[in-house]
């Protein structure tokens, strides 16, 4: 249904389609933004959308609560064409799709892609964290993110891991301030990090505002910890309990590795040694 909107929308803004029957018959193209989906105000994206290189036009479009709009028409020919938004403001958030057309008709539309603007409401909310900023490896920790300023929703994002941001509506506590309780669980050394936090309201959630300032969680934790927990899938949330199997079984297959190499160079040199006393022996 969507779709036929699309059609319809591509009427209304007697871009011609040629050939409406065979409209969405072409593989979809790919969507991308450099240098990211979560950017600042004011700063400079690049939507490219890939295509088939007998693509002749290309179309950008963007999907808010409200409404949809066509955003800009690329005349390129090939494979990829690449939209230029300067400096993104509050309208430039939402869910941007792209189509392109060929002799032989309409592409289906690509995935969504979702732009978030940061940096719109000046309201900054703040970010606290309880115990405390420097926990033992297996304490739970929760984050609270309130505000003066009626935010319906928090969002909590750890630096560099956008696609694990946890999403919490706001509510009002008796002191007449907005917050949400972000409660994290049982932290790992991997849960180290910068974490900020963000407001915004669902009348328009891909625009947010500025950020919280940065809490940086340090977790200390037993040694064996550190950089095994993404390799097993069993949970090792329990790591007070310092069992040392994993670490043990490591070095045990290190020192291993380290005697099958001296052996194998021993021999090596043995049958060179041979090699060369035959040689001699001649
Ligand atoms: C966007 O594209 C322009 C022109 O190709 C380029 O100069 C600019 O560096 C690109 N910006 C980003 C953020 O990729
Ligand atoms: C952490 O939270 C979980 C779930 O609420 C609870 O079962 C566990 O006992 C807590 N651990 C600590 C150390 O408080
Ligand atoms: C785990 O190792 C990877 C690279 O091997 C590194 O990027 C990452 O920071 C390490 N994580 C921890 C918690 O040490
Ligand atoms: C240590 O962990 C291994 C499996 O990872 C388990 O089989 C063993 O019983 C544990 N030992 C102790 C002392 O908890
Ligand atoms: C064996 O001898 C050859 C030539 O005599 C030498 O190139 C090679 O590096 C030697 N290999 C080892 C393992 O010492």
Redesign the pocket.
């Known amino acids: 249904m969507t779709f036929t909107f699309v059609v319809l929308l591509c009427f209304g803004l007697s871009l011609r389609p040629r050939n409406p029957v065979l409209a969405g018959v072409l593989p979809k193209p790919t969507i991308k933004a450099e240098p990211g989906s979560l950017v600042t105000r004011g700063m400079q994206v690049n939507i490219s959308c890939m295509g088939t290189s007998d693509a002749q036009k290309y179309l950008l479009f963007i999907k808010t609560l409200k409404s949809v709009q066509h955003r800009q028409t690329s005349t390129t020919h090939g494979e990829k064409a690449v939209f230029l938004l300067n400096s993104i403001g509050q309208y430039d958030g939402g869910q941007y799709y792209c189509l392109y057309e060929t002799t032989s008709g309409w592409s289906a539309q690509s995935d969504k892609l979702e732009l978030v603007v940061t940096g719109i409401f000046k309201n900054k909310p703040c970010l606290s964290v309880q115990p405390r900023h420097l926990v033992t490896s297996g304490e739970n920790v929760t984050f609270k993110c309130f505000s003066q300023e009626e935010y319906d929703t928090f969002i909590l994002i750890k630096e560099g891991e956008q696609k694990h941001s946890m999403i919490m509506e706001s509510q009002k506590t008796s002191a007449g301030q907005f917050q949400a309780l972000f409660f994290v669980g049982p932290m790992t050394s991997s849960s180290s990090g910068t974490f900020k936090c963000y407001g915004y309201y669902k009348a328009n959630p891909q625009v947010w505002s500025e950020p919280s300032d940065h809490l940086e969680i340090q977790v200390s934790g037993s040694a064996m910890n550190i950089n095994l927990s993404k390799d097993t899938s069993?949970p090792?949330t329990a790591s007070g309990?310092q069992?040392?199997?994993?670490e043990n079984l490591i070095r045990m297959g290190l020192a291993g590795l380290v005697l099958i190499i001296l052996g194998t160079l021993l021999f090596e040199g043995w049958r060179n040694q041979s090699w060369t006393y035959h040689e001699a022996g001649k």
């Open positions: 069993k090792k309990t069992n040392h199997t994993v």
